[in-house]
């Protein structure tokens, strides 16, 4: 029977090395590939519940963090890629007036979704809201035809890819000064060639007005962040330090004011 023969690089003789090579008909090549689609799909349908099921979990969240003063900040801040990208000071004070973060699902396609930002009053820009969007856009031109079956899944939704199928969107951020504007006073700073990702992400705010996200921030959000909020805003989630560990040569933290609150610290 025809079949495919995938060996190890290097491989030697069968008796030294009896696990170099395999020899995989076609038959069983297909098995694998049924095998492995059954259990994406099971992956999306167990992802897709689970979100389901957090959703009013996260609801009932929402207003209990929302009366606690800076959580959204702090939370954001102890997560240590985030924290790369908001690294100026008036990147941290700008978002020291952040009140709520939210995370809408898109219904087609829950693993696409809009990261909302919600502010108090700031003396930054006039925008309440801030949003990045992250759409579902199928790459399969033929995609819009598919029937969903019981489960409602098509087979462009189980051969998803983030990278193919996802477009992230830009927003115009009304900026009081738009001569201060932090994304003008911190812009991204691009690699050798256009082609590159930025080398700097500059103002964390760059963010919301370019349509990519290079660094995906996004994904920290939903994938980690948002999940684990309280964790995070106790500084309990992620490879953080301690406040208290680190040297703090910044003579103008204090007026930031977004040091993690005091907390127990769990035993590993």
């Known amino acids: 029977m025809a079949g495919t ?42 992802e897709r519940n689970s979100q389901l099921l957090l959703g ?15 959580f959204w900040p702090i939370a954001l801040m102890n997560h240590s890629m985030f924290a ?43 925008n309440t809201m801030l949003h990045k969007e992250y759409k579902y856009v199928p790459s399969k031109p033929t995609a819009a035809d598919e029937t969903p079956d019981a489960d409602g899944l098509t087979p462009s939704m189980i051969d998803f890819s983030w990278e193919q199928d996802v477009k992230s969107l830009s927003m115009k951020i009304d900026w009081k000064d738009p001569d201060n504007a932090l994304t003008k006073l911190y812009p991204r700073e691009k690699g050798e060639d256009d082609d590159d990702d930025p080398a700097e992400s500059g103002s964390f705010f760059n963010y919301f007005e370019h349509e990519d996200d290079p660094f995906e921030i996004g994904l920290s959000i939903s994938n980690e962040i948002f999940p684990d909020a309280i964790d995070y805003f106790l500084g ?25 609150p005091k907390s127990k610290k769990r035993k590993v």
């Open 5 to 46: 023969k995938r060996a190890s690089p290097g491989a030697g003789n069968e008796k030294d090395e009896p696990i170099s090579s395999v020899f995989l008909s076609e038959e069983d090549a297909e098995k694998l590939t049924e095998a492995r689609k059954d259990l994406q799909r099971t992956e999306i349908i167990l």
């Open 56 to 70: 009013p979990v996260y609801e009932r969240r929402r207003p209990i963090v929302k009366a606690i003063q800076k």
């Open 84 to 126: 790369i990208h908001a690294q100026h000071k008036a990147d941290q004070l700008a978002l020291s007036y952040l009140e709520d973060l939210w995370i809408k699902r898109d219904p087609k396609e829950r693993r696409c979704f809009t990261i909302e930002f919600n502010f108090k009053e700031n003396p930054y820009f006039t």
């Open 236 to 260: 309990e989630a992620g490879d953080n330090l301690d406040s208290d560990d680190e040297e703090d040569d910044d003579d103008d933290a204090d007026e930031i004011d977004l040091e993690q």
